[in-house]
């Protein structure tokens, strides 16, 4: 079977979604079991995980006993307020090592603060925790926070929530080509042919958030990007056709014509 592998954890679906943005908890829930993924990501910031006794929990929407949960960072911006931020996560699930580390540069584009991620990805490695790490496209960086151990690199495609789908596929080409870790696209996917289009480059997987729970039909999206994400992998597995600039070829057999 081919299967996703993070962490020494197999995963058949290579579709992770994010938990925010639904109208409620029934959304979410309806959403996530539509996409089949099985890893969840949460924002400890924003999203009840236990933290406020007597509301509402993701947890009884999402048990942790069918989905692997990934605890993010959402919000910081600084490696300190990051690091905080997770190691609360690993005390709220009782000693969950599997988290997403992102640190944002600024309010307005999201675009991630390389120089604190690398220090916060350097801590929390040391700290015990596998880290998945959301980034720029920049190669040089990507194999940066591979070597200092982090399980997944997780280059964006465009800015977050931004829906303007793959805007530099040469850079994650070469990212790709370089990594001995899953490489994740993650950030600014905006329907279901970018998803194919990030699998069909030879992503390992897709993470998204706002293009499901922002579309008109939260639930419907989440089916079509489960299909988009198994035709990018299988098209990619196969291996597309050689372009040809201006040379045709037949369909049909050149030989053995009816005269």
């Given at each position: 079977?081919?299967?996703?592998?993070?962490?020494?954890?197999?995963?058949?679906?290579?579709?992770?979604?994010?938990?925010?943005?639904?109208?409620?908890?029934?959304?979410?829930?309806?959403?996530?079991?539509?996409?089949?993924?099985?890893?969840?990501?949460?924002?400890?910031?924003?999203?009840?995980?236990?933290?406020?006794?007597?509301?509402?929990?993701?947890?009884?929407a999402l048990p942790p006993s069918k989905f692997t949960y990934?605890?993010?960072?959402?919000?910081?911006?600084?490696?300190?307020?990051?690091?905080?931020?997770?190691?609360?996560?690993?005390?709220?699930?009782?000693?969950?090592?599997?988290?997403?580390?992102?640190?944002?540069?600024?309010?307005?584009?999201?675009?991630?603060?390389?120089?604190?991620?690398?220090?916060?990805?350097?801590?929390?490695?040391?700290?015990?925790?596998?880290?998945?790490?959301?980034?720029?496209?920049?190669?040089?960086?990507?194999?940066?926070?591979?070597?200092?151990?982090?399980?997944?690199?997780?280059?964006?495609?465009?800015?977050?929530?931004?829906?303007?789908?793959?805007?530099?596929?040469?850079?994650?080409?070469?990212?790709?080509?370089?990594?001995?870790?899953?490489?994740?696209?993650?950030?600014?996917?905006?329907?279901?042919?970018?998803?194919?289009?990030?699998?069909?480059?030879?992503?390992?997987?897709?993470?998204?958030?706002?293009?499901?729970?922002?579309?008109?039909?939260?639930?419907?999206?989440?089916?079509?990007?489960?299909?988009?994400?198994?035709?990018?992998?299988?098209?990619?597995?196969?291996g597309r056709m050689p372009k040809k600039l201006y040379s045709?070829?037949?369909?049909?057999?050149?030989?053995?014509?009816?005269?």
């Amino acid at each position: 079977m081919d299967e996703l592998i993070i962490a020494g954890k197999a995963y058949s679906s290579r579709l992770l979604i994010g938990t925010g943005k639904y109208k409620d908890f029934d959304e979410t829930r309806r959403a996530v079991e539509e996409s089949g993924a099985q890893i969840v990501t949460v924002a400890i910031r924003r999203t009840n995980i236990g933290q406020t006794a007597g509301e509402p929990s993701l947890l009884d929407a999402l048990p942790p006993s069918k989905f692997t949960y990934l605890p993010n960072t959402a919000g910081c911006y600084s490696a300190d307020d990051a690091i905080r931020t997770l190691r609360l996560a690993r005390e709220l699930l009782d000693g969950h090592d599997l988290v997403k580390l992102e640190v944002l540069g600024d309010p307005k584009t999201l675009y991630p603060n390389m120089v604190e991620t690398i220090h916060a990805a350097e801590v929390l490695v040391r700290d015990g925790f596998k880290v998945m790490v959301y980034t720029s496209d920049d190669p040089i960086i990507a194999k940066q926070l591979e070597e200092i151990g982090c399980v997944a690199v997780m280059p964006l495609a465009s800015l977050i929530g931004s829906g303007m789908g793959i805007l530099n596929p040469w850079n994650l080409q070469i990212i790709i080509d370089n990594a001995k870790v899953p490489v994740i696209v993650d950030a600014g996917v905006g329907t279901a042919s970018d998803a194919a289009i990030a699998m069909e480059l030879g992503c390992d997987g897709v993470l998204m958030n706002t293009a499901i729970a922002g579309a008109g039909n939260p639930v419907l999206m989440a089916s079509a990007m489960k299909k988009a994400v198994q035709a990018g992998r299988e098209a990619f597995l196969a291996g597309r056709m050689p372009k040809k600039l201006y040379s045709a070829s037949p369909s049909s057999p050149t030989t053995g014509l009816i005269s």
